[in-house]
T-cell receptor, first 114, second 113 residues
Framework: AQSVAQPEDQVNVAEGNPLTVKCTYS??????LFWYVQYPNRGLQFLLK??????LVKGSYGFEAEFNKSQTSFHLKKPSALVSDSALYFC????????????FGSGTQLTVLP | EAGVVQSPRYKIIEKKQPVAFWCNPI?????LYWYRQNLGQGPELLIR????????DSQLPKDRFSAERLKGVDSTLKIQPAELGDSAVYLC???????????FGPGTRLTVT
């Protein structure tokens, strides 16, 4: 079975400060990992993915994520938060060796305070 | 390039009525997904198509839900009859391969009264 945990329902950060949105996963094999962002009344937008290779993945809008196999984590980060980054963020995982498709976390609401 | 198109964006129906949602994926994407997203939760897969073949429909409530993807392009998801618990956002997504990221449409917000 595969699963994703986003331990924080809500993250607040001041504009200009670094932000981190946490994600841990569980798969029986090797993972594909994704981050998506959802704005109100919109579909999910792809931010970045880890397939293989460098553990630090850079994505859209200045976001990056670090794959840590030993901690089974894939935390989303940004060095300097913007008010416009306020949105709902979803982590998703897929076991490479499985026919199953993506399993999404429950989401983390990020609020960047001006 | 045009994104994933869904219609309608909003739908309000009474319970026991039928409803249908339509999706047009990104051109060239052979994989199409239908998800249901309940309030405060992540999307949950209902069905996945590879071209016109439904390859994963294990989470689709087949007593009332049906889907089709004729000619391997557009897709329709139907609920008949709708129940109060079907109120949710129904998302369509497409991708060009199994390791590729999925691109999502704006979704259809269904309210069953």
């Amino acid at each position: 079975a595969q699963s994703v945990a986003q331990p924080e329902d809500q993250v607040n950060v001041a504009e200009g400060n670094p932000l981190t949105v946490k994600c841990t996963y569980s798969v029986s094999g090797n993972p594909y990992l994704f981050w998506y962002v959802q704005y109100p009344n919109r579909g999910l937008q792809f931010l970045l993915k880890y397939i293989t290779g460098d553990n630090l993945v850079k994505g859209s809008y200045g976001f990056e994520a670090e794959f840590n196999k030993s901690q089974t984590s894939f935390h989303l980060k940004k060095p300097s938060a913007l008010v416009s980054d306020s949105a709902l963020y979803f982590c998703a995982v897929r076991d490479i060796g499985s026919a199953r498709q993506l399993t999404f976390g429950s989401g983390t609401q990020l609020t960047v305070l001006p | 390039e045009a994104g994933v198109v869904q219609s309608p964006r909003y739908k309000i129906i009474e319970k026991k009525q039928p409803v249908a949602f339509w999706c047009n994926p990104i051109s060239g994407h052979n994989t199409l997904y239908w998800y249901r997203q309940n309030l405060g939760q992540g999307p949950e897969l209902l069905i996945r198509y590879e071209n016109e073949e439904a390859v994963d429909d294990s989470q689709l409530p087949k007593d009332r839900f049906s889907a089709e993807r004729l000619k391997g392009v557009d897709s329709t998801l139907k609920i008949q009859p709708a129940e109060l618990g079907d109120s949710a956002v129904y998302l369509c997504a497409s991708s060009s391969g199994s390791a590729a990221e999925q691109y999502f449409g704006p979704g259809t917000r269904l309210t069953v009264t």
